[in-house]
Structures are given as C-alpha cells and as structure tokens.
C-alpha cells in the first residue's frame, strides 16, 4: 500500500520557519522524483519544488526560489521541505508528489496546513 503522510506544518508568524516532512512507503522510493506542491485557499495547486531520485538536481518555483530548499534521504524515505522567511502568500496545505517519469505514476499525500500569519 503506497503512502505520503506529511508532517511539520501548523501556525508561523511572517519571517518565520517550518521544516514539513514527508515519509513514503508502498513503493521504491529511490525510483521516484519528489515534488512538493500546495494549493492556497481559492487558487488552483501550484507546484513548489521537485528534486531528482538522486538529489542531482533540484529545482524550485520562483516564488520560494532562496527561501525553500528541498531534501530527500532515500535511506529513510523522506523529503522534506525547509521553509524560510516565511510571507502570508505561503499559506496553503502543502502536498508531497512522489513521480517516475518513465512509468508515468504519481502518489500523492494527504495534504498538511501552512498557516502564516500574525
């Protein structure tokens, strides 16, 4: 049975940090590219950061571009999300993607809340 179950996310003020985690079973993890995606209230799902199977590249949205950094450990089957300097728009519940390009197969998590705000 394959699972995403994300961690890390609750209530931040503007400026601050979280780190979300997101542990994956079911499935071989280290075949997979990781991506982080979130959806802001109104607004469709946006995609915010992905990393290769082997951690070689990694890439990010514009709007996170120096403020988020995406790791994965494939020992244990997690990437997580590190989130700096924190703004309001960050707001979302943030999803974990696990996705093989050669399969055309994507997971998804459950979804864990960001709330930035004073």
């Known amino acids: 049975q394959v699972q995403l179950v994300e961690s890390g996310g609750g209530l931040v003020q503007p400026g601050g940090s979280l780190r979300l985690s997101c542990a994956a079973s079911?499935?071989?993890?280290?075949?997979?590219?990781m991506l982080w995606y979130r959806q802001a209230p109104g607004k469709e799902r946006e995609w915010v950061a992905g990393?290769?199977?082997?951690?070689?590249?990694?890439k990010y949205a514009d709007s996170v571009k120096g403020r988020f950094t995406i790791f994965r450990d494939n020992a244990k089957k997690t990437v997580d999300l590190q989130m700096n300097s924190l703004k309001p728009e960050d707001t979302a519940v943030y999803y974990c993607?696990?996705?093989?390009?050669?399969?055309?197969?994507?997971?998804w998590g459950q979804g864990i809340t960001v709330t930035v705000s004073s």
């Open positions: 993607n696990a996705y093989d390009a050669r399969r055309d197969t994507r997971f």
């Open positions: 990393v290769t199977s082997d951690s070689r590249i990694k």
């Open positions: 079911g499935f071989t993890f280290s075949a997979y590219g």
